[in-house]
């Protein structure tokens, strides 16, 4: 089953990973089962950002509260590899211990998405761009 990405969502992610060159920038994924439809970047707290990430707990807290009270479901997260490669890294991969979520990665231009599987695992998700609003009327 293929995971579509908004637009707007695609856009905001490649701009956060290209205004940082050096460091990984991360963030939140909202949406439903097969799709996202929106991102929160979030501060990278991770001691060493440049290979690595660790979504600040403040935020996430925050939109979890959010989420119990009606408000957008997180989906997942996003990450960038300032580097590349646009696939998971070993420290990624040991990670994953967070069974259903998304996870995307980003690198120059380019990004692919991941589910976490079985604990250790990151599967490949078909990601495929959302239409855009229809202007019937
Ligand atoms: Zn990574």
């Not at 989906?75 to 646009?86: D, I, K, L």
């Not at 599967?123 to 495929?128: N, R, S």
Request: charged share 20%.
């Amino acid at each position: 089953m293929s995971v579509t990405i908004s637009r707007a969502a695609r856009k905001r992610i490649l701009a956060e990973a290209a205004q940082s060159p050096n460091e990984e920038v991360c963030g939140l994924l909202f949406g439903g089962e097969s799709r996202i439809v929106s991102v929160l970047p979030t501060i990278n707290i991770a001691d060493n950002p440049a290979n690595s990430f660790e979504i600040d707990p403040a935020a996430l807290f925050a939109a979890i509260r959010n989420q119990r009270g009606g408000g957008e479901r997180i989906v997942g997260h996003y990450h960038s590899h300032p580097e590349g490669p646009a696939r998971p890294s070993v420290r990624d991969t040991e990670m994953a211990l967070d069974t259903g979520r998304l996870w995307l990665i980003v690198t120059a231009g380019e990004m692919s998405l991941w589910r976490a599987g079985a604990p250790g695992q990151l599967e490949p998700v078909e990601l495929a761009l959302a239409s855009p609003p229809s202007n019937r009327q």
